[in-house]
């Protein structure tokens, strides 16, 4: 089973709350406040969001993730539970940051964070974001926690890099 767009930029879904899981892809254009978005067999996730967006839980068992958002992006639980060097995870805002709590594409996957401002790890999470590699573009500052084998981090207006990293990075 899969869920997918209609083809053209016509929104699909307007909601409060966003609940989809499917055996497959789920492709879809979305104006919701927030998603849980499953698949349960190999199948990429591709949401793009007309406004801010909470993922509070997306997870694609075997395939990639992207999510655009034309507002604020927060990535409460993003993972893609197949580690394989395929399932790559791509979040981006067009206006406003990514604050990230928790984006795990494994020790094989790669995560990419493109910002339109700021890029914030949360606080309280030990590491943030587990990945390959790890790249980071963004309009502003840049603080994140990461278990990562090697990262590519910029920022093109004013603001500091932080990076923690827990162990051995290239």
């Known amino acids: ?11 699909e879904v307007t909601a409060d709350q966003l609940i989809a899981t499917a ?8 104006t919701v ?7 349960t067999d190999t199948g990429t996730i591709q949401i793009d969001e007309t406004n801010a967006i909470t993922l509070t839980n997306v997870a694609a068992r075997d395939g990639s993730i992207t999510i655009a958002a034309g507002g604020a992006l927060t990535a409460t639980s993003v993972v893609s539970t197949t ?8 979040l981006t805002t067009t206006v406003n940051e990514i604050a990230v709590v928790s984006v795990v594409g494994g020790s094989s996957g790669d995560v ?5 401002a700021a890029v914030t790890g949360d606080v309280a999470t030990a ?13 502003g500052p ?7 084998t090697s990262a590519s981090i910029s920022t093109s207006s004013t603001g ?6 827990t162990d051995a990075i290239r």
């Open 1 to 11: 089973t899969v869920i997918t767009e209609d083809g053209t930029s016509a929104i």
């Open 23 to 30: 055996a497959g892809p789920i492709t879809l254009d979305t």
């Open 33 to 39: 406040a927030s998603a849980t978005i499953l698949t």
């Open 83 to 90: 580690d394989n060097d395929q399932n790559d995870i791509t």
């Open 112 to 116: 990419t964070l493109r910002s339109a």
């Open 127 to 139: 590491v943030d974001v587990t990945a390959d590699v790890l790249t980071v573009t963004a309009a």
């Open 142 to 148: 840049i603080t994140l926690d990461s278990q990562v």
């Open 160 to 165: 500091s890099i932080q990076l923690d990293e």
